[in-house]
């Protein structure tokens, strides 16, 4: 994947959630993998533990150098 990925969070208050999202993202994926299946593999781990949880891909940031992914705990934001 060739922009870095800033996980945003929701709720920011469940710090296991979060830790829990930035470790399935860091774990090696298949080279080819597209940003579509990677997120696909990270919302599946997710929800064995929780089971509503969602990311919706934010827009890249100027310069092309970091795209926010953004995790929802709740499956949306006025849930979280």
């Known amino acids: 994947m060739s922009p ?5 969070c929701y709720p920011d208050s469940d710090d296991g959630f979060g830790a ?14 597209s940003t579509a299946e990677i997120v696909a593999v990270v919302e ?10 969602t990311i919706r891909i934010g827009e890249l940031t100027q310069g092309g150098g970091e795209i926010s992914w953004h995790v ?7 849930l979280s």
Do not use: F
């Open 72 to 78: 929802y705990r709740d499956g949306h934001p006025a």
């Open 4 to 8: 870095r990925v800033r996980l945003v």
């Open 44 to 53: 599946e781990r997710l929800r064995e533990k929780y089971p509503a949880a």
């Open 20 to 33: 829990d999202a930035a470790t399935y993202l860091s774990i090696q994926m298949p080279p080819g993998y």
